[in-house]
């Protein structure tokens, strides 16, 4: 008795003495005010409006305002500390990609763990990547364009939007499963590199679908394969990597949410259920089929496979050239 007298009293003195005590954030409330999520990315891309769909979807959904904050730098950095630092309540999110979670990791030293510091929701999005030809280029499938490169003077290029950026894996993957001598070529930026492509001063590139199929219908460009693991239902006569006899190149760009190390499960339960159910909405998968991006969604558990699986795929790749953010 005396017991419960000295915790009723200490209460009532915190209360009188203006102390809060600490509230438990759980589904059942959530979310009782705007939620945050944070894009590495400048406002106006097909990433940033991608999300942006998504944010009006759920947040009808759940009768609050989803906030979309970008905050661009360090190739993502910028925004997964600002998640990592944000308390874990369900109220700030990011939208990590293969860069920020799979990737970066390998190439520099970051003052987050991709796996430690978050907690995956759900993958949202992703853009597949076309082995893409100039029309100059004789070659008609992968193995013609390997082949070719063997015979030529130099070797075959292959454009990419930076070291450590998804053409420049995939090309890097084929040069080694291939063993042509395939010479990379940086750009800022994917535009200036897929028309380069288009214009025949580049030999090929992983470039995205919205783009290049405009050029690919004019005839200027030819796509060879695609980097999945299964045919694009948009252009269903392009070979995967691996119908085109290489195996194991379907790395594609996704984006997926995850919120700081620490957010309740059924908070990120309760995420996870309303962006699988936008994924699904038919409106949503017309607005990304305009941009070339697919919509993906899933179990909190298959997200983090699939961060799991790229980052091994990845590593093996850098490490077996010795590959460093400062190579050109």
């Given amino acids: 008795m005396r017991r419960w007298k000295f915790l009723f009293r200490l209460l009532t003195a915190l209360t009188f003495a203006g102390v809060a005590m600490p509230r438990v954030a759980h589904s059942q409330d959530f979310p009782s005010r705007p939620i945050t999520v944070v894009v590495g990315l400048p406002a106006g891309g097909g990433v940033d409006v991608s999300m942006r769909r998504y944010a009006e979807l759920v947040g009808r959904s759940l009768g609050q305002r989803i906030i ?13 500390m ?28 970051l003052a987050y763990d991709p796996v430690k510091d978050f907690s995956p929701v759900s993958e949202l999005f992703y853009f597949p990547s076309f082995m893409t030809v100039p029309a100059r280029i004789p070659a008609t499938t992968v193995s013609e ?80 394969a695609v980097a999945l693991s299964q045919r694009s239902p948009r252009v269903s006569d392009v070979p995967t990597m691996a119908e085109a006899g290489f195996p194991g190149i379907d790395f594609t760009s996704w984006f997926g949410l995850v919120a700081p190390a620490g957010t309740p499960a059924d908070i990120v339960a309760k995420l996870n259920q309303e962006f699988v159910r936008a994924a699904r909405d038919p ?16 179990s909190a558990e298959d997200f983090a496979a699939l961060m799991r699986t790229d980052t091994e795929r990845i590593g093996k790749v850098i490490k077996s050239i010795g590959m460093t953010l400062n190579d050109k």
């Fill in 82 to 109: 600002a998640v990592k630092q944000a308390r874990p309540d369900g109220y700030t999110l990011l939208l990590a990609n293969s860069g920020t979670h799979a990737t970066l990791q390998w190439l520099q030293e």
């Fill in 145 to 224: 364009f390997v082949a070719l490169a063997r015979v030529t003077a130099g070797g075959l290029t292959y454009g990419s939007q930076g070291v450590g950026s998804n053409g420049y894996l995939l090309g890097t993957m084929l040069k080694i499963a291939s063993g042509a001598p395939l010479v990379h070529v940086p750009y800022p930026g994917g535009s200036p590199m897929n028309m380069d492509t288009v214009l025949g001063r580049l030999d090929s590139s992983f470039s995205t679908f919205n783009f290049m199929n405009e050029y690919r219908k004019a005839g200027k460009v030819k796509f060879l």
């Fill in 283 to 298: 409106e949503l998968a017309g607005r990304l089929d305009q941009q070339g991006i697919e919509p993906k969604a899933g």
């Fill in 68 to 80: 979309i904050e970008n905050r661009p730098g360090g190739g993502g950095v910028v925004a997964a």
